[in-house]
């Protein structure tokens, strides 16, 4: 066991585990983040992703350490339901997704995507996304959202929250 | 962790809309219900109270079992209780799945839940609405005729300041009204007495109101399955023999001791998983843990070309026989031309992103499962056998899972995590690893289809002979889930067989469709099965579509105007969509092939149609074929779709693209690869799906039937889609495959001249 430094969504947090656990148990089961989900362990699917220094990390297949000391973010620290990321809120707009599972790495991968390429063409988000894995199949509402994000005023409006 | 825990009686003193309970990192917006358990024999589907309730300011909570699973009915069944109650859609929350709160409306499957669950909820909210009105009647004093509803208010017509809320008339207050009710499961009938909405006045129904759950979802706020973690719970994974029928026959418990927080390796005759404080150490536990499995007792069909062979020579348990008119084998020895070709369909897996997962508190003789089943009444019944409880001590909590597409009807990690959390005391959590899925979930069963058909003289089909071999589900409804079986419990059974159909809607003079159910290994296997996303449909449509595409072409017809010949009459919802695909798709009427196209690529257009449960398909695919790899893609397909009347317009074309792409994806590329011991497509490069590259642009015309009932969705606008395909490469390259997937390697091999078109003389 060791105590690992880590700094997620722009707090510093402190956690005592087997330094080899990967970073995705650690976000889920120790820090309470649930955006990231475990889908395949493989780095085959994306539904772990998060952002590490403003790349995306498959955070099933990097230990916690690596992660020390580097600014970690995950969906939660995008947005939330009452102050939700123009990503987010697009995604809503859109309805795009159904089961909603993979969406976390939609999202995160969206993300990097725009920070580097403001407005991408369909082809070049496809591009980038294409190793996020979507079984319900929501890809083509996923490709409107992040045009309509990429072309969205950045101050979004608050989700309509209906639950 | 501190879960605070609302009872429906709670529920009823409420005042915030929004009914929230907290755990360890924060608001978690829904209601982590732990009730009093009603009567031992459950709720009473008479009481309205069983239904939903009105909080004091005006909010209905909806109780159902009929389960979202991610496809957005819950928002749908809540637009259909809003509608008759008249409240606002954001009035309404939805309780779903919990079987100490809801009558068991039967499992959620074959996309029967707006068609059967939306009636009864329909009828229980106007219901409802009949007894506001009566109580608001007494109220203001004035007689039911004179009152009007708008917006949970009912007020006097022309005097609206004379009013008053649902809240101040019943708010926190049971209604202890009884309404008729009779059947059970999907046949529940409620308050068929009571008089419903005219659709024609509908204002939130056939709207697109925004699902309830996306929000959530999409910032980590949503609680699913996978999420659920209750105080002093720990971890488990299972330990699943690599092949067919072992045992473990040894445990080196030495082999796990370096792994610090390993609380306990659980037997259970053969079943197998290990218990740990952390998650991280029960992934490596049961990775490291050394065992030794018995040979296997029995061998698979060694590869798929194995596996058809154990279809067609095996003897059947079963035939059954879906249509029979005239007599089809005396019409095919009439015959001017014959048609006869075998259609192949292989095993496919349901592909949950989000492997299996369920939380169970075993304590003492009372249970609590929280996981994603389809049918929580038969997984809480499963749990209670495998425990040897009653099932009134198992308290089934449903909590979204990963999309399943069938795979959750046969839920085995309630039984997983209740065998271990018996054995250790503890709530358990138990997640399945993605080896876990692929290797045992359970899959679409292969389906070896041969057509035989027969045109006179003047061009005329007089015979139809479709005889279809095909395994049953072995892993289904009410048979022992996989912990079971290997704890010892056998099933009664030789699985559950939904034969007979052909699918076809053709009115061929002389027409027997036969489907015989092969016998399949009812031990624990990993090629075990169940149903899939449109079970058998698929193929049954590939099979019958290109057959009719085959003899259409030979005849030197447009495949449309062929298939219209055969659709009569009691076919006009078939002749709609079909009209309504071609039209949107711009179809231009020639015969099959064209082999359009330039250089290496060729282009080609195919057309299918299908049904399901009412619900009615056309659609028109377009593909371009590079002859020299072998490779399709998937242009466009383009689908007119009619399922009744539409309860929410977006969330039915979300439904239609994803079954449309996932089409593709399982026409195009999917077959679970195995041997003779065990499953070899162990993860996503073993079993490839589609990605964002591949994903054809879908074109949807939706067909309102205002004057019918709501039918399902969830499945209808799938099973088409590899015969569409099939089509579009046949009008292509003049090269008709006969086997899904298609593959580079099998297209290029047929355009090769190694699968020759079985074509009429």
């Known amino acids: 066991m060791a105590r690992i430094s880590l700094k997620v969504n722009g707090k510093s947090r402190s956690v005592e585990t087997d330094p080899t656990t990967p970073l995705l148990y650690v976000l889920r089961g120790d820090l309470g983040l649930q955006g990231p989900k475990f889908g395949c362990g493989l780095s085959q699917c994306g539904a772990c992703t998060v952002i590490m220094e403003g790349k995306s990390v498959r955070s099933c297949s990097v230990p916690v350490t690596a992660a020390q000391n580097r600014e970690v973010t995950t969906l939660e620290g995008l947005g939330s339901v009452a102050h939700p990321h123009r990503l987010q809120k697009a995604f809503v707009d859109e309805q795009a997704g159904q089961c909603g599972y993979c969406l976390n790495g939609m999202v995160m991968s969206a993300k990097v995507l725009l920070d580097q390429n403001p407005h991408p063409t369909d082809t070049e988000i496809k591009q980038a996304l294409n190793g996020v894995l979507c079984r319900c199949a929501s890809y083509l509402r996923i490709v409107r959202a992040i045009q309509r994000a990429a072309n969205a005023d950045q101050s979004a409006p608050p989700i309509i929250n209906y639950m | 962790m501190e879960t605070k825990t609302i009872s429906r009686r709670q529920l009823l003193k409420s005042t915030g809309a929004l009914i929230v309970s907290f ?12 009730t009093a358990a009603p009567s031992d024999a459950g709720l009473q589907p008479g009481s309205l109270d069983s239904w939903l309730a009105v909080a004091q300011d005006g909010s209905v909570t909806v109780f159902t079992s009929k389960v979202d699973l991610g496809t957005g009915t819950g928002t749908a069944l809540g637009q259909i209780v809003a509608e008759e109650l008249d409240v606002p859609i954001t009035k309404i929350t939805m309780d779903i799945g919990d079987t100490s709160k809801t009558v068991d409306q039967g499992r959620t499957s074959a996309s029967r839940t707006l068609e059967r669950a939306g009636p009864q909820l329909r009828q229980a909210a106007a219901a409802a609405r009949q007894e506001l009105l009566k109580l608001a009647a007494t109220r203001l004093g004035t007689p039911v005729e004179q009152l009007t509803v708008s917006d949970g208010v009912v007020s006097v017509a022309g005097n609206a300041a004379k009013n008053v809320s649902y809240g101040s008339l019943i708010g926190g207050r049971h209604f202890n009204v009884q309404v008729a009710a009779s059947g059970e499961g999907w046949d529940l009938n409620i308050a068929p007495e009571v008089h419903p909405k005219n659709p024609k006045d509908y204002k939130v129904v056939g709207t697109s109101v925004p699902r309830f759950d996306l929000p959530q979802k999409l910032t980590g706020e949503f609680e699913y399955a996978h999420e659920v973690r209750v105080p002093g719970m720990l971890h488990g994974r299972v330990v699943r023999p690599p092949v067919v029928n072992s045992k473990p026959s040894s445990i080196d418990q030495d082999s796990i001791k370096h792994i610090p927080g390993v609380v306990k390796v659980v037997q ?32 698979f069909p060694a590869n798929p070309t194995d596996m058809y062979d154990y279809l067609k020579n095996t003897k059947s348990f079963v035939e059954r026989v879906g249509a029979e008119k005239g007599n089809s084998a005396t019409a095919l020895g009439q015959a001017a031309r014959t048609f ?304 009744g009347l539409i309860v929410n317009p977006n969330g039915l074309r979300n439904q239609i693209e994803g079954n449309v792409i996932q089409g593709v994806s399982r026409a195009l590329m999917e077959e679970v690869q195995f041997d003779s011991t065990g499953v070899k497509s162990l993860d996503w490069r073993g ?75």
Request: glycine share 10%.
């Open chain 2, 340 to 643: 006869e070709a075998t259609y192949r369909w292989p095993f496919q897996m349901h592909g949950m992103i989000g492997p299996s997962c369920a939380v169970a508190d075993v304590r003492g003789d009372k249970v609590t499962i929280w996981a994603g089943a389809q049918a929580p009444f038969i997984t809480r019944k499963g749990v209670a056998t495998l425990l040897g409880l009653p099932e009134k001590n198992v308290h089934f909590i449903y909590r979204e899972g990963s999309g399943c597409y069938g795979r959750l009807e046969p839920d085995d990690s309630p039984e997983d995590a209740a065998l271990m959390s018996r054995a250790v005391g503890r709530p358990v959590r138990v997640q399945w690893m993605r080896e876990d899925e692929h290797g045992w979930e359970p899959k679409g069963p292969p389906q070896l289809i041969t057509v035989r058909a027969g045109v006179d003289a003047q061009g005329k089909v007089t015979a139809w002979d479709y005889a279809e071999r095909t395994l049953p589900w072995t892993d289904a409804r009410l048979s022992p889930m996989l912990a079971s079986r290997q704890s010892g419990i056998k099933p009664d059974e030789q699985g559950v067989f939904l034969g007979g159909g052909d699918g076809a809607a053709y009115n061929f003079e002389n027409r027997k469709a036969v489907s015989s159910g092969i016998p399949w290994f009812m031990n624990p296997n990993p090629l075990r099965t169940c149903n899939l996303r449109a079970p058998y449909s698929s193929a049954r449509c590939f099979a019958t579509e290109s057959h009719v595409d085959e003899i259409a072409a030979a005849l030197r017809v447009d495949p449309v105007e062929f298939r219209l010949r055969y659709l009569g009459d009691d076919s006009k919802r078939v002749i709609g969509v079909l009209q309504a695909a071609t039209k949107k798709a711009g179809w231009q009427a020639r015969p099959s092939p064209s082999q359009a196209g330039t250089g290496s690529i060729a282009t080609g257009r195919g057309v299918a149609v299908s049904g399901m449960a009412g619900t009615v398909v056309a659609q028109v695919a377009e593909v371009e074929v590079d002859k020299s790899t072998g490779k399709v893609t998937v242009k466009r397909v383009t689908v007119a779709h009619d399922c």
């Open chain 2, 23 to 34: 755990n360890f990192f924060g608001a978690v917006p829904r209601i982590l219900a732990q």
């Open chain 2, 687 to 761: 079993y490839p799906i589609i990605t964002f590259r591949d994903v054809p642009d879908v074109e949807i015309v939706t067909i309102d039937q205002k004057e019918m009932p709501s039918l399902g969705a969830g499945e209808a606008s799938t099973i088409a889609v590899a015969a569409a395909i099939a089509n579009a490469i046949f009008d292509a390259t003049g090269v008709r495959l006969h086997q899904v997937p298609f593959t580079p390697q099998r297209v290029l091999s047929a355009i090769n001249g190694g699968a020759p078109s079985n074509r009429g003389d």
């Open chain 2, 268 to 299: 259970e005759g053969n079943f197998l998983g290990v218990v740990a404080q952390t998650e991280w150490a029960a992934i490596q536990a049961a990775r490291d843990l050394k065992v030794t499995w018995s040979a296997p007792a029995t061998k």
